[in-house]
């Protein structure tokens, strides 16, 4: 709880699972309630009422980030750092190093159904999801290359 304490930014979204946060009143925070679909996959309109979290439980924090980066009304969402590919026995299966090693079933089968589900639902509604993660497994949505999000352009 300390650590989504010390975030300096305007507002977060913190999940009504974290109990400790939610003890005192607060005004630079939204409350989500995330939830699996069953032993299905949904794409949530409503954030103020729940989120889901991907299929069958085994979601993605990404699948969340979808969700609320469309509610938001943004209408091309580029993932960068999205590989979708873990090693058993790793410790550098995350952004930063573990001290240990992963023994995870990270279930990215289920994680690419629903980032298929999530394209369908992106496609449906006119939303782009571009994949702008050098390398990786993630090969479900349009893959642009990184790089050129950030060239300059003159004129």
Known sequence: MESIEKYNCNFKFVGDSCKEYWVKERNDSYKIHSTAAGSGIDFSEEIEQKIYCGYGGKGTVT??????AVYMGFSEIYLLGVDCNYTMGSKNNHFIADEEEDHRNHREDFMILAYKYAREYADAHGIKIYNATR???LEVFERVEFDSLFECKEG
């Open 63 to 68: 699948y969340v980030c979808l969700q609320l």
């Open 135 to 137: 390398g990786g497994m």
